[in-house]
């Protein structure tokens, strides 16, 4: 929100230049972005990239990812 502030506040003052077509540029593109390839693109982030959350969790699917953390087939949660 703060970055959105900026830049409308930056094509403000310089209007019909090219900061204002960059912002003009980005508010379209951030607008028309579906929101099914945002969810697809922050699941690679921050599932895939950092690992900081399990990309998938079923149940019956221990060697994969464990409701608790675990990677470890005897630790694993969803056991049966």
Do not use: Q
């Not at 959105?4 to 230049?17: D, E, K, T």
């Not at 953390?69 to 056991?79: A, E, L």
């Amino acid at each position: 929100m703060i970055f959105g502030l900026g830049v409308g506040i930056v094509s403000a003052v310089w209007r019909n230049r090219w900061p204002d077509h960059l912002g003009m540029t980005l508010a379209v593109s951030g607008i028309s972005f579906p929101a099914f390839a945002l969810g697809m693109l922050l699941m690679e982030i921050f599932s895939v990239k950092l690992g900081w959350l399990p990309v998938v969790c079923v149940p019956g699917n221990c060697g994969k990812c464990c409701r608790n953390g675990s990677r470890r087939r005897s630790r694993c949660r969803w056991r049966s």
